[in-house]
């Protein structure tokens, strides 16, 4: 007989991690009951949201967002410590959040973020939901750290970007992981539901080469030849992308839930939230197919096996 608890772990990876929305319909949809979240980053917004039963108003605000709607909330603050202030849109996922702490959600629910100068995990299970998720996707150098207490917090990817170690877990339910940090594959099939407005787009590639400059400008004097030029959010990016493929590997090779869901890094960059409804669907489908391979026993090939070589 199918189990209809699910312990539910959701990944980091930025405007990826809408996917999630998509994974919490799917297992809806199939008659699952969720009794347990445990998220990191975008994993943590989404999962605290659907916590704090606010999923629908958050659906509708990230899914009516277009590029100039994505400017808009970034109050850049270029400095040593981040590019982005979070002032805007944290001021924005409140309205789905509140003033309530993480003890007080109907659904047990857990938050990772790192501490960046004591260099442990830390995991939120009580205490403010805002500040929790605050802390768990301020992803370093992009968004500024929360100071709490006595630490400087930072994206919990850093650490544990699929904590499914880190859900609670309640007898003969089912273990079922999100993870958008997959290996890249090289043809990824899109739909066409984002904006192409041309001065959406031109604003946009404005803003992120305003930043790159800056960034430039504080990195290094050296020359680099022209072709190797890359900006700010491609060498932050990039390298995020490799540690949370690496730790989640390794994550995997402990403990194997009995549904993972693998999408890989290049459905969408950090910073593309306007995609939300392509990123929803997507995370909708491949969450059925993973639950029709575990209701027919069959052994789907969602373990991460690729490697990169240099």
Not at 81 to 94: A, D, R
Not at 135 to 141: D, K, L, Q, R
Request: charged content about 20%; some cysteine.
């Amino acid at each position: 007989m199918d189990k209809k608890n699910v312990a539910l772990a959701l990944s980091s990876g930025g405007a990826r991690g809408l996917a999630h929305i998509g994974a919490i319909d799917a297992l809806l949809k199939h008659g699952y009951n969720i009794t347990s979240i445990a998220g990191t980053s975008m994993g943590s917004i989404v999962g605290g949201i659907y916590s704090n039963g606010q999923m629908q108003g958050f659906r509708e605000f990230m899914t009516g967002l277009n590029k100039m709607d994505v400017l808009m909330l970034m109050d850049i603050a270029v400095s040593k410590k981040g590019i982005i202030k979070g002032e805007k849109v944290f001021g924005e996922i409140s309205q789905f959040v509140g003033n309530g702490n993480i003890e007080e959600l109907p659904i047990p629910f857990t938050a990772i973020a790192a501490d960046l100068f004591n260099h442990r995990e830390v995991i939120f299970r009580h205490g403010n939901l805002l500040t929790a998720l605050r802390a768990s996707s301020s992803v370093p150098t992009v968004l500024l750290p929360v100071h709490f207490e006595k630490s400087f917090l930072v994206d919990g990817g850093v650490v544990n970007p699929l904590p499914i170690n880190r859900v609670k877990r309640h007898k003969n339910d089912l273990l079922v992981a999100i993870n958008v940090n997959a290996p890249r594959k090289k043809t990824i099939n899109r739909t066409t539901s984002q904006n192409k407005n041309p001065q959406e787009k031109k604003a946009y590639k404005k803003l992120l080469d305003f930043v790159n400059q800056k960034w430039a400008k504080t990195s290094s004097e050296n020359e680099t030849p022209k072709e190797m030029n890359h900006g700010f959010f491609d060498m932050v990016s990039g390298s995020f992308e490799m540690m949370q493929h690496k730790l989640t590997e390794s994550v995997l090779m402990q403990q194997q839930p009995d549904i993972l869901v693998n999408l890989p890094m290049n459905l969408a960059d950090m910073l593309e939230f306007y995609k939300a409804a392509e990123l929803i669907e997507i995370g909708y489908e491949a969450t059925c197919k993973q639950i029709e391979n575990y209701r027919n026993n069959m052994s789907a090939s969602n373990g991460i096996v690729d490697e990169w070589y240099i």
